[in-house]
């Protein structure tokens, strides 16, 4: 290597005299001794060394974007990510178009789990690109613009997946297939998202490319299987389980491919044709007794998965557009794995949302467990989220499993995440970056695989700002963010949330009650509604126990509800006079309806005929007070 014929930047080749590179458009500077010795001691993977003399560089031109960048390589392949990202970003802002560095820091937002970062970043890199060749050392295995950019893709497929942007994942490894159309990885990961976008047609054709170009059975293996989902989500029942089979005849004890097909059987009331394959496979396989008896497993834990999703059928009440869209939004969190941080104020259901992406995820078959971090103190807290070893403080009379070890495999729900205690934080922030932790008392770690999912009411960038909240921990968790409105937001789905918690009510506890009257419906849709949703469901609870009746009317309302200044607007007379008066002209008006039948009458009215006379008595109405 010729330092001086080589750009500093990007690596390339430069002819003599050269001032500026053909490739990155930078100018071509003399490399200093320093950096010559660090980069021969990079290459040969001595990154500790190397870093010295990158440092030694800086020293003698300090304020040097390239020298910062090198520093920056060095402790990244040395694992000091955090280091490195400081070197990074302080290059960065003297030099904005240093491509490697947006590829690193890539990576490590990878590697901290902050997805919209590292996205923001493989995506400047992919704008900034400019040809590379085999001596650009930094990036090591990218020796050509194509593989590099391919490399890029491939992340950014990945982490579109983890937001719930399929559409966009999928087209990056359509991109990645028009450079390299024989890319296994590409056609499997392309088949993978278009499956979850319902294209089974073409998620089958990409399977299938995949299928003759993969050599290692178990390539070939996977990819069966996939073809047979993709069928069978295509209602190509056979089809779905000739593929099944194939697996099946050529590895027995393939787990995938047993319980592919139990589900098959269950999902199709295929399980007469159970005897008949058994048959088959005797013929092909000597393991055929054990495939029966795995296929039964599967179908049993079919059924067991149906109910399990039957008993937690979630429903997120409303017509509102953002609330469609934060529905569609739910969906799409739960089909990744990534953290989701879910806002609103108290009361909107934020733990409904949380139940809803467990659901909805393939973690529904495990547990789902919440804490509620706002009513724990620290050291209760810890101990409710990473458990206790025996005698660890005064009453720990034994050991106690932390929620974080109940819900391995499952999903946790960190309700309130704003109000825990820093220190709190931190231990918090260790488990969600390595998935592992001691009890408390404890000096065993213990490994975890665990979905995570938070709420507050609280705006975290603030509380950042207060020194409340730690900034890498709001990273950790800020990966998918859904957004609750306030019902005072969509009052038009009042009605619906009203008639809702009737029927369930009705259901529950026999309660005559079913619908609300224009009058009440008034009021409750100029409320502001401070404590949102759950506020709405505690009114309807208390009308609903403390009143005989079958539609909500004006005088079952709680004053609170009566007494703002919305409703004086609406209803701006003296409002006990006014009620008075809006119910005696409705009574009035059915009863002329039904020619003074009380016993029509009550019923139109929804009250009973005891109710009934006592409102006649009470406004001292007879067959003189109708209008002819």
């Known amino acids: 290597m010729n330092p001086g014929l080589q750009c500093r930047n990007c690596g390339n080749e430069c002819l003599e005299n050269v001032q500026v590179c053909s490739f990155c458009n930078e100018p071509v500077i003399p490399w200093p001794i320093e950096t010559q010795k660090g980069v021969e001691l990079f290459k040969q993977g001595e990154y500790k060394k190397a870093t010295q003399w990158f440092e030694a560089a800086l020293s003698k031109s300090p304020g040097d974007a390239l020298n910062l960048r090198d520093i920056g390589h060095g402790l990244f392949h040395q694992q000091e990510f955090i280091k490195a990202f400081d070197y990074y970003q302080q290059a960065l802002s003297l030099n904005p178009n240093l491509l490697d560095v947006y590829f690193n820091l890539g990576l490590i937002f990878v590697q901290q789990g902050r997805v919209n970062n590292a996205t923001f970043s493989f995506m400047e890199v992919i704008d900034r690109v400019y040809p590379l060749n085999v001596n650009h050392y930094y990036l090591g295995l990218f020796y050509d613009q194509n593989r590099f950019i391919q490399q890029c893709r491939f992340y950014l497929g990945i982490l579109f997946k983890e937001l719930g942007e399929i559409e966009k994942s999928v087209h990056q490894y359509e991109l990645i297939l028009a450079m390299n159309p024989k890319s296994i990885l590409a056609l499997e990961n392309l088949g993978d998202g278009l499956v979850l976008l319902g294209r089974y047609t073409q998620a089958i054709h990409a399977y299938k490319r995949a299928l003759k170009l993969a050599t290692e059975t178990k390539d070939r293996l996977n990819l069966l299987n996939d073809i047979g989902i993709a069928y069978f989500k295509s209602e190509k029942i056979e089809e779905a389980i000739s593929h099944f089979k194939m697996v099946l005849k050529e590895e027995p004890d393939n787990i995938n491919a047993i319980y592919n097909l139990g589900q098959v059987y269950y999902c199709e009331g295929l399980t007469g044709r159970v005897k008949k394959d058994y048959e088959e496979f005797i013929k092909s396989s000597e393991n055929a007794a054990s495939i029966l008896f795995s296929l039964s497993k599967s179908m049993i834990s079919a059924v067991s998965s149906q109910k399990k999703r039957n008993q937690t059928n979630l429903n997120l009440i409303g017509e509102d557009t953002k609330i469609k869209a934060v529905k569609e939004l739910v969906h799409r969190a739960a089909l990744s794995e990534a953290t989701v941080l879910i806002l609103g104020e108290s009361g909107t259901g934020k733990e409904l949302i949380a139940h809803m992406i467990h659901q909805q995820s393939n973690r529904f078959e495990k547990n789902f467990v919440p804490v509620a971090c706002s009513v724990l103190n620290e050291s209760l807290l810890e101990s409710e989220?990473?458990?206790?070893?025996?005698?660890?403080?005064?009453?720990?009379?034994?050991?106690?499993?932390?929620?974080?070890?109940?819900?391995?495999?499952?999903?946790?729900?960190?309700?309130?995440?704003?109000?825990?205690?820093?220190?709190?934080?931190?231990?918090?922030?260790?488990?969600?970056?390595?998935?592992?932790?001691?009890?408390?008392?404890?000096?065993?770690?213990?490994?975890?695989?665990?979905?995570?999912?938070?709420?507050?009411?609280?705006?975290?960038?603030?509380?950042?700002?207060?020194?409340?909240?730690?900034?890498?921990?709001?990273?950790?968790?800020?990966?998918?963010?859904?957004?609750?409105?306030?019902?005072?937001?969509?009052?038009?789905?009042?009605?619906?949330?009203?008639?809702?918690?009737?029927d369930t009510m009705r259901v529950q506890r026999s309660s005559l009650f079913h619908d609300i009257s224009s009058e009440a419906l008034v009021v409750m849709q100029n409320y502001s509604w401070p404590g949102n949703v759950r506020e709405l469901q505690n009114i309807i609870e208390r009308i609903v126990t403390l009143h005989d009746d079958a539609v909500i009317r004006l005088e079952h309302l709680p004053k609170e509800l009566l007494q703002t200044k919305q409703i004086l607007k609406v209803y701006p007379q003296d409002q006990n006079d006014n009620l008075k008066s809006i119910e005696r002209e409705n009574i009035l008006r059915v009863l002329a309806l039904v020619h003074f039948n009380k016993q029509k009458a009550a019923r139109r009215l929804g009250i009973s005929r005891p109710t009934l006379y006592e409102k006649i008595r009470k406004y001292h109405l007879d067959s003189s007070d109708l209008k002819v």
């Open 385 to 502: 989220l990473f458990g206790h070893e025996r005698g660890s403080f005064t009453g720990a009379t034994s050991r106690k499993i932390g929620k974080f070890e109940l819900a391995d495999q499952g999903t946790l729900f960190l309700d309130e995440i704003g109000d825990i205690q820093l220190s709190t934080q931190i231990k918090l922030l260790r488990v969600l970056q390595e998935r592992e932790f001691e009890r408390v008392g404890g000096n065993t770690s213990i490994h975890v695989n665990v979905r995570i999912l938070a709420a507050t009411n609280r705006n975290l960038k603030e509380e950042i700002e207060r020194g409340t909240f730690r900034e890498d921990l709001f990273y950790r968790l800020n990966v998918i963010v859904v957004e609750i409105p306030p019902l005072r937001e969509r009052v038009q789905d009042i009605p619906l949330l009203i008639r809702h918690f009737l």
